[in-house]
């Protein structure tokens, strides 16, 4: 008897298994040029995998989207319809890296019962997925299934989550080195926010990124059971908050629901992404969430500038040779805008201190008078661009976006966000539209990675999401390396306001942070090739004003650099040990190339330039950088496109060059 009922329970089973098997449906998608395949199974669970000239790059991974009635989308999903489609189109973008950017792939849409329906697209340069949902009313979503498999232990270069906010896990400041480890080696009191990359072997790499991230928490990264290979954890919402964190700045949830997301029925939700390089420096030229995101909803981009910024807060408002008291008065920023103004600069900040940190409409700084700074900077052709708590702006922008447009200040380097929650995504998007509504720029400062919000809201110039140069204040960790890590991970997702230009450079050995009077590690050049490098429209100089007119051959240098480029082209890296990148705008390109510890030589090749000859001004590491690290040497020298050029690096050292054209 008990023989016959093994019997039948083991043909029962695999009855229910083929049964299962033959309502799996199988797709497979490739890109355009054929190099990658997308495997997708859709039935008991839906499943996707993809290969890189054959190679599998992600293993067998499960998606789903869990409803808190209980219902989970991806599970057991029957398909009513799908279809694949070829998508070859332009995009011409704004404040970007590029004028315009080719959007080619194929996508292919499984339509499931239930009124939902799974998006997969293929690029020349990774995949992306998404679900989206066509349901009446609000619905809860208890928690996302994302998985990213590998199939070996590979290194992980991975920016855990480590410095809570009043003690809270996931309000942080979304600044982290990197920790190169093994997937198995993931620690397990963390998590890691995107991008993050992976080491896949035969000189790939894979980066995860999410895109279009609204209205949505964001995700982060938990090593999965497999232990080779990561699934996404995201931050609940929050039902109650207080004040606290730094100097009570920020807004922190004391009280989180079960759930992630309580949001609308009919939406898209966010792109999770995979981007494939086969040579590390493809990395440093990529458009995956540019291209993910959803496009301009503003219909007048005409008053949206971008530029260079004269920056008080990393000096600490040390100006000197002036006949008045230097610090957070009228005079010290009428001499900023003088400064910004005889250099070409669009923009100085006025940095935390003229108003109350949780409220912006009064102005705490007696000796400050904004109307009077606003008014001198417009005559000098300078805006001013205010900084404010995101406590402040989320309680008051109503009342004080109109306000301070009306007195002629261009926009707010917003901070101490801190969170990336539904609420505070949310809010991001909130706040962008309400300040396009007063024609006022953006720039998003204490806050997480960029996933194409500013493609979306263009009057959104700039993110920090980085650990940047303000860290050098207080900081002895290895600058240099993180400098040529960041272009290959970071930089992946967006605009990324490091805040650099120091004009204080020590090597290894005399480093010393100083508060009041900082400086960087690495040379002047890598200071000065950070500014081509560097993707940010909004893009600081971090010293101060007195220091630049002493230094004023690389103010020059640096002034002449853009912030947004018609072209890029990578040329060279490897990620954290050196990077070289190339912009053009107009008819001028800029090159710049960094490079960690090591010294360094290579060779750049300039069949980037064309037809034509051009002249070459340079700012290259002196022959004592490796001494004294603000030593450089410039020179110019004619080059045209057949030219190879071999450079040198001292070490934490850098390279820079102007290149004009000349006939």
Known sequence: MRTKLISLFIALSLSSMILNAQKSKIFELKSPDAKITLKLEVGAKTIWSVQHDGQQIIAPSTISLKFESGEVLGDLAKISSSKTEKVDQVITTINYKKAKISDLYNQLTVNCKGDYRLVFRVYNDGVAYRFSTKRKGEIIIKNEEANFNFTSDYKAFVPYMWDYRAGQKFNHSFEALYKEINISKFATDSLAFLPLLVDVGNGKKAVILEADLEDYPGMYLNMNQTKKGFMGVYPQYPLETKQGGYQNMNVIPTKRAEYIAKTTGTRNFPWRAVVISAQDKELLNNDMVQKLASPSRLTDI??????????????????????????????????????????KLPFIVMDWGWSSHTDILKVTTPDIDIQEIVNYGKQKGVGVVLWASWYAVSHEMDEAFPKYSK????????????????????????????????????DYHGVFKPTGLQRTYPNVVGYEGVKGLENYKWATEDQPLYCVSIPFIRMMAGPMDYTPGAMRNSNKANYRPVGSYPMSMGTRC???????????????????????????????????????????????????????????KGETWFVGAMTNWTPREITLDFSFLGSGNYQAIIIKD??????????????????????????????GGGWAARIEKLY
């Open 526 to 584: 890598n200071q000065l090739a950070m500014y081509v490098m560097y993707e940010a429209p909004f893009q600081m100089l971090s010293d101060n004003p007195t220091t630049y007119m002493k230094e004023q051959e690389c103010t020059d240098f640096i002034a002449k650099i853009p912030t947004t480029t018609d072209e890029t082209v990578a040329l060279d890296g490897k990620v954290g040990e050196f990077a070289a990148i190339a912009r053009k």
């Open 302 to 343: 005409s008053w949206i500038k971008t530029g260079q910024v004269a920056w008080d807060w990393w000096s600490d408002w040390n100006i000197s040779h002036v006949d008045f008291k230097a610090g957070y008065n009228t005079q010290t920023y009428k001499y900023y805008i003088d400064f910004a103004a005889a250099n």
């Open 622 to 651: 002196g022959i004592n950088a490796d001494r004294d690290a603000t030593d450089y040497k410039r020179e110019i020298i004619k080059i045209t496109s057949g030219d190879k050029v071999k450079i040198q690096m001292a070490p």
């Open 407 to 442: 007195m002629g200040v261009k926009g707010f380097k917003i901070d101490f966000v801190d969170r990336d929650d539904q609420i505070a995504v949310a809010s991001l998007y909130e706040i962008a539209k309400k300040a396009a509504e007063y024609k006022l720029i953006v």
